[in-house]
């Protein structure tokens, strides 16, 4: 995917300006549109940027991921944002890899990563069918985030790796052992499960992002 920056595309926040702007980094390794067509249900129009400069203005930022860690992580320092995102001081919310690449490291591809959530992300085992891909519960809910989602809400997910439970934990979920669903740390929030395809509930977790 061509990286382009929000000035290329000339895509404005619904205001008219660039002002409370969501923006969408977009480095390569994202599912992009479909979250930003989640936003825009929620009346939102979400910004796609690859430039430093812009994210930093945000008032909120997507940090998106799929497909594999190392990849990623190289697509990442191409663009020097890896050392930009963990500076961010506007809430953050990875999604799916995104919140992985947020861990000290992977076992995929033994990629070091963004070090904010003091986590190392493993491998399930060969005992049950990887990836893990469909609906599944997120329970022990502990963050603004899932205000007005109920305990064992079923979400969307689609990995193979996972984040051990830690104490930066704030929902887990259940495959082969309980681990981490979703994480928080200070203004940087992470869920495994892909918010922008699970429904209503999925939604409410976005708007829930967008009102932190």
């Known amino acids: 995917m061509e990286l382009r920056s929000k000035k290329e595309q000339d895509i404005t926040h619904p205001s008219g300006g660039t002002g409370g702007a969501v923006v969408i980094i977009n480095y390569g390794a994202g599912n992009i549109q479909s979250i930003r067509f989640a936003f825009q249900r929620l009346g939102v129009e979400a910004v796609l940027s690859d430039d ?10 997507i940090f998106p991921g799929v497909g ?23 809430p953050v919310l990875g999604i799916c890899l995104g919140m992985q690449l947020m861990c000290n490291s992977s076992e995929e591809g033994n990629t070091q990563g963004l070090g904010i959530f003091d986590v190392e992300v493993k491998k399930f085992s060969d005992q049950v069918k990887v990836p893990q891909i469909g609906w599944n519960q997120i329970s022990n809910l502990n963050s603004p985030l899932f205000d007005g989602v109920k305990e064992n809400e079923f979400m969307y997910l689609v990995h193979s790796f996972y984040a051990p439970v830690c104490k930066e934990t704030i929902a887990t979920t259940h495959y082969e052992t309980n681990y981490a669903s979703a994480l928080q740390k200070n203004n940087f929030y992470g869920v495994q499960f892909h918010p922008e395809k699970s429904s209503k509930a999925g939604a409410r977790i976005l708007s829930n992002f967008l009102k932190l």
């Open 68 to 90: 594999e860690a190392s990849s990623a992580m190289e697509k990442l320092k191409a663009t020097g944002l890896d050392t930009v995102i963990p500076t961010l001081k506007q």
């Open 52 to 61: 430093a400069e812009e994210i930093r203005k945000a008032d909120k930022v």
